[in-house]
């Protein structure tokens, strides 16, 4: 089992920054990617960033169009942290964020079926 604790979420003005961070605890060594998703009132839950977990020079990352240029996925090893830096922020980004564990296979996942741990998330609401 792997622990996940995010944190970082809260209220911002559009055009605003904000830096999420989760936490990994437990059996991280079987970590293969871990992503960031969020989820709006109403719809489903949709990948925002992925980044891999073992690669060399800082991991293979992924984001959704919708946040390219704007977020910046990193990783912490020694730390077991996944970190979400997103800039310019939008009123269409409030959301709730959840952090994900990819333990199943090599490669980054873009759904949450691929996704094998989840935190409990963090609200994230970007006011206009």
């Known amino acids: 089992q792997v622990q996940l604790v995010e944190s970082g979420g809260g209220l911002v003005q559009a055009g605003g920054s904000l830096r999420l961070s989760c936490a990994a605890s437990?059996?991280?060594?079987?970590?293969?990617?871990m992503g960031w998703f969020r989820q709006a009132p109403g719809k489903e839950r949709e990948v925002v960033a992925a980044i891999d977990w073992r690669g060399w020079s800082g991991g293979t990352t992924y984001y959704a169009n919708s946040v390219k240029g704007r977020g910046t996925i990193s990783r912490d090893n020694a730390k077991n942290t996944v970190y979400l830096q997103m800039n310019s922020l939008k009123p269409e980004d409030t959301a709730v964020y959840y952090c994900?564990?990819?333990?199943?296979?090599?490669?980054?996942?873009?759904?949450?079926?691929?996704?094998?741990?989840w935190g409990q998330g963090t609200q994230v609401t970007v006011s206009s």
């Open positions: 994900a564990v990819r333990s199943r296979a090599l490669g980054l996942g873009t759904k949450t079926s691929e996704y094998d741990f």
């Open positions: 437990g059996r991280t060594f079987s970590t293969y990617a």
